[in-house]
């Protein structure tokens, strides 16, 4: 008989327990928990089991990510999404039991949680490209108790259809579009969670059906690996500086990457917004805005050795909104204007020939967000099948994709 064994068992089961109480707590006090049923199951499925690999401290970690796998260059394929994400994703789906449920992009903890949800007379069916996922998944969710849940390995691009229809689509890796499978075989009254990627930027976005087309009932900020198959849609990246400086852009925009590289070394002119953002205020809906009004948009990026060496601010180390028109760019930064750094001011630096008209229409459209949407009812995202008549799609920004049309407008409050 092992005592010592299952005393130290006994120990990481506790410690565990104790973990999961209180990431479910901060949870909660930061209202990414906010129903009952969602909180009883993250408070029930023990996710150290669907991440073995981690220190219980990282599993329970509201924001931390426990990587699974990695590609020959050592960038996640799979993960276990930051417990934050999964809790505002599974409460913008609202499952209710009994429910059919498809998860697109498996790892096993995200079913569990969602097997919770649906109970015993709801059926959770979760799908990936990879043996490898979907092995794990199985075997970790079999040891966790939800051996109900049905594990499939298969290019979620075509969806499920043997199972469908589902009145729950939630995709769980990084979507540049939807394809047609994944609107057909969601119920008529389902409604489909997906990590979208907007121009670069991605957003969870709740779509449920109206008159034909997909429309946004809420979006909240994420990050998740890129989906694999038939749907994969890598963004390019356009080097300015060696490796050290970059522009990240999305779709088939027409760039001048070597015009943009003398603009990069060329003197820039600075623009203050005189909009300011208190140290701990999201401004993720200015992102999205910029995004929308700029006909050219991309991601500035650069390593600490080339903000260190002035090339570049310090926003550009996350990704630094940027404006491109032709041989210029603008980009945007934030410097304090508190001594203790609890509030902020937005500044616009440009670069090339053009760069002061580039750098005020930023400094335009960021005063345009501040008086009009700031305090808004935020973006409304529609999505028309491929195809689609302009005269059927109202105005707005309209992102063309593979199997869709993106309508992007900003109601204003009324």
Known sequence: ?????????????QDAAALRAVMVEQLRTEAELRTDSVIRAFATVPREVFAPEAPLEQVYDRDDVVITKRDENGLALSSVSAPRIQAAMLEQAGIRPGMRVLEIGSGGYNAALIAELVGPDGEVTTVDIDEFVVDRAERCLAEAGYGRVR???????GGVPE??????????AGAWDIPPAWTEQLAEDGVLVVPLRLRGLTRSVAFVRERGRLVSRGYELCGFVPIQGSGANAER????HGEDVALRVDGDQAVDAEALRAALVSPRVVRPCGVEVGGFEPF?????????????????????????????????RMGAKTAIEGASFAYRASRAVTEDGTSFEFVV???GPDSDHVADRYVELVREWDRAHRHGPGAR???????TPDA?????????????RVLISWPTSS
């Not at 594990?151 to 691009?157: C, F, H, P, S, T």
């Not at 059927?392 to 869709?404: P, S």
Request: proline share 1%.
């Open 284 to 316: 993720d809906e200015l992102d999205l805005y910029l995004a929308t009004e700029l006909d050219g948009f991309g991601l500035l990026v650069a390593k600490r050795a080339a903000i260190e060496a002035g090339l570049a601010e310090r926003s550009a």
């Open 392 to 404: 059927e799609i109202g105005q707005g920004r309209l992102i063309e994709k593979k199997h869709t």
């Open 381 to 387: 995202i529609e999505v028309f099948a491929a195809g």
């Open 151 to 157: 594990v499939l390995l298969a290019d979620a691009e």
């Open 237 to 240: 990246l356009v080097l300015l």
């Open 163 to 172: 199972h469908a229809p589902f009145d729950r689509i939630i995709v769980t």
């Open 349 to 351: 630096y440009g670069h």
């Open 1 to 13: 008989m092992n005592t010592r064994h299952d005393n130290d068992t006994t120990a990481a089961g």
